[in-house]
């Protein structure tokens, strides 16, 4: 069965045009009179031809002629066959950047926005490790979600399209987030261009979060530069963060440098910041002509190297316990002066969950983090348990696909 993208002009019997229109339906389907859809079988990509709906057929009050010229047909995919109607193309945002750059803020606000217009929004979050802080948060906040966790988005690009048909088929949204882990660079090659290839339908973009405080700041490891240089170039959006302190002319030279991107300063707390960026994302073009990178893998996993992932979940019944763990977590790795990429917690009534990735061995970062859960135990005299613990530096990146 074929979905069909028509151009047509109507008129009425005395030769009045009432309505030019381009429409997409499903042959077969009930979207578009049956009379009209037997006159085009045989029609091909760039024909046209007059067809005809007669006064009194199908509940027409009039002679109807309408000049259709056909722009594209296309297999339908299982979800139209299933639902026998058709679906409109998902817009598939992907977000890159580092950690740290806002990128979740910036779907959530998004989402929350979109959801207000009654726009049907779903997320797709990602991360090297396996309990994500995230994931919780959009559950929280009754947003359709899945998580593609224990690698980034390019090597496990089948679980990340296996994702995708879930929500696409299970909640229908017209716009999808994905936001790619912080570490991760290449998505273009091995996300956005294998998207295309296998579903040409879907239109993906791509959004790169950068924090205006690191743009200019040459002090962190090179490898771990390299990578965020190489996030910078995949941008068609480059939304830069926190740059509500910095100059009109430190702004208008951030432009001058990157002329190929679309740049916007954002504050994912100001709406009117949101809507430009969706309105942006809605005006790109379907299917991108984006360069793959030119990309030394051993320095990406090197950087990658560099940085200490951990997740653990603590059993603890006291909020106000829970908050000074939290401060004496976060005092302690600033006393240290380990760059932070992302420092995240998660607190329900019994449970903590701390998501830290931050520059420096995981065994270190562990230490750090059990001397912080002791010095809160005995100040309080109670037992702090832990539930599961992980902290370990991400593997060597190897992608299901790289499309150059």
Aim: charged share 20%; glycine share 4%; proline share 6%.
């Amino acid at each position: 069965m074929k979905v069909i993208t028509l151009y047509y002009i109507m008129k009425n019997g005395r030769g009045e045009q009432l309505e030019t229109a381009t429409t997409t339906f499903l042959h077969g389907s009930t979207a578009i009179s049956a009379s009209l859809q037997s006159q085009l079988a045989g029609l091909h990509p760039g024909d046209r031809k007059i067809i005809q709906l007669k006064k009194g057929a199908e509940g027409a009050d009039d002679d109807f002629t309408f000049d259709v010229t056909v722009t594209a047909i296309r297999d339908a995919t299982p979800d139209e066959l299933r639902l026998g109607r058709y679906l409109p193309p998902v817009k598939i945002h992907l977000q890159s950047g580092f950690l740290g750059a806002g990128k979740t803020t910036a779907i959530e606000q998004a989402c929350l926005l979109l959801l207000k217009q009654n726009t049907p929004v779903a997320v797709i979050t990602n991360d090297q490790g396996a309990q994500l802080v995230d994931g919780h948060r959009f559950s929280h906040l009754g947003i359709p979600s899945r998580e593609v966790i224990g690698g980034c988005f390019c090597c496990n690009y089948d679980y990340l399209e296996e994702n995708i048909h879930s929500l696409t088929s299970t909640t229908h949204p017209s716009i999808l987030f994905a936001e790619s882990v912080g570490s991760c660079t290449d998505i273009i090659a091995t996300v956005l261009k294998p998207l295309l290839l296998r579903h040409p339908e879907w239109q993906p973009t791509v959004s790169i979060f950068a924090d205006a405080h690191l743009l200019d700041d040459y002090t962190a490891d090179p490898s771990i530069r390299y990578i965020y240089d190489k996030q910078l170039q995949e941008a068609q959006v480059l939304l830069i963060t926190r740059s509500e302190a910095f100059s009109a002319q430190w702004k208008q030279q951030i432009q001058a440098r990157y002329p190929d991107k679309i740049v916007l300063f954002h504050n994912s707390y100001h709406e009117p910041d949101i809507q430009r960026w969706l309105d942006t994302l809605a005006a790109l073009p379907p299917c991108p002509a984006l360069p793959s990178l030119d990309i030394d893998y051993e320095i990406y996993a090197e950087g990658e190297a560099r940085l200490a992932w951990l997740d653990q979940e603590i059993a603890i019944d006291s909020q106000q316990m829970a908050n000074r763990l939290m401060e004496t977590i976060d005092n302690k790795i600033k006393k240290e002066n380990y760059p932070v990429g992302r420092l995240k917690f998660w607190l329900t009534p019994t449970t903590l969950l701390i998501n830290a990735r931050v520059q420096t061995d995981p065994h270190t970062l562990s230490q750090l983090v059990a001397d912080a859960i002791a010095e809160t135990a005995a100040q309080d005299h109670r037992p702090i348990h832990t539930i599961s613990h992980k902290a370990f530096q991400p593997g060597y990146p190897r992608p299901t696909h790289r499309l150059a």
